[in-house]
């Protein structure tokens, strides 16, 4: 059966238009609700940068409290911080409004089950189901919050998952945060780890996410971390679930790029978990050959990182990516992180 609403990536629209409506929305909160088996009790909500993501919020929270659930807004995030709060702090969903890379006028909405893992098709398919039931209202009023994501939590999680300590004394980064969710966490993040950070598209004002900046624009990245004299130039999405880099000759660094050094490292220090790698049928034949060469197994999915996910559970990969920047690491909820990636490589980095 084919999904109606839900993509590869949640549902997405123009903000304003159907679907992306208050209407439409609290439909999507009942058809939650019932999909739950009427067992929600709270949820999570984390946003991007877009002016719309307040409206899309309140609709679902008057829908959310009208049925007895209790929602917590955790402000502006990036979509692996939604992902990590939603399963460390025990929500039963956790809902991300973003349209990743698109343009401002776009919004959508990605659910994460109590896992903090993005819902499978049949899930998707069970709420589209429930769209239209009209569901008897509750009788207690849920309550709604707001709460300042402790990132002490969320960081000390992602070094655990590194490879050996990263200390970034006397690097110089160059870090195009797109307007998008990282603008106000990501260099801060950097800087206390020692390295000097030169900001870029750090300053959301609502309409300019993914305005000539961010992953989506490498040749921005490749001059402006040349011109800069950066050690290593970093290229965030607007909900920070991907990342491209620059090295400081402002070369390039894409998604197959990426997960061979990653691959490569880990297969070197025999923790390439089944020896494998997952990837999508548009991975390049010199990161196919090179995997081949080194004897890594490569198993290919349909383009869309849910499907990456779905292969890496299916054969227990610890690690899998696309070439357009998303690297999924199974240690930290099968979801695409931007900075734990970059953390990542600049540990093999430093140790190479």
Known sequence: MKKKYFGTDGIRGIANEYPIIPSFLKKLAYASFEYKKKKLKKIIIGKDTRISCSMIEEALVDAFLILGVDCTSIGVVSTPILAFSTKKYKYDLGIMISASHNEYKDNGIKIFNNYGEKLSDKDELLIEKFLDINLNKSKKKGTFVEKKIEIDDYGSFLFNNLPNKL??????????????????????????????????????????????????????????????????????????DRVLV???????????????????????????????????????????????????????????????????????????????????????????????????????????
């Open 167 to 240: 200390n970034l004394k006397n690097k110089k980064i160059f870090m195009d945060c797109a307007n998008g969710s990282l603008s106000n966490i990501a260099p801060n993040f950097f800087k206390d780890l020692g390295a000097n950070i030169i900001e870029y598209a750090s300053n959301p004002n609502g309409t300019n996410i993914n305005k000539n900046c961010g992953a989506m624009y490498p040749e921005n990245l490749s001059k402006l971390t040349k011109s800069n004299d950066a050690d290593v130039g970093l290229a965030f999405d607007g909900d920070a």
């Open 246 to 352: 620059s090295d400081e000759n402002g070369k390039i660094l894409n998604g197959d790029d990426i997960l061979l050094s990653i691959a490569n490292y880990l297969n070197s220090c025999k923790l390439l978990k089944g020896n494998c790698v997952v990837s999508t049928v548009m991975s390049n034949l010199g990161f196919r050959d090179y995997l081949k060469n080194i004897g890594v197994k490569l198993y290919l999915t349909s383009v869309g990182d849910r499907y990456v996910i779905e292969k890496m559970k299916e054969i227990g990969a610890s690690l899998g990516g696309e070439q357009s920047g998303h690297i999924i690491f199974s240690k930290n909820g099968f979801s695409g992180d931007g900075i734990l990636t970059a953390l990542f490589l600049l540990c093999i980095i430093k140790e190479k």
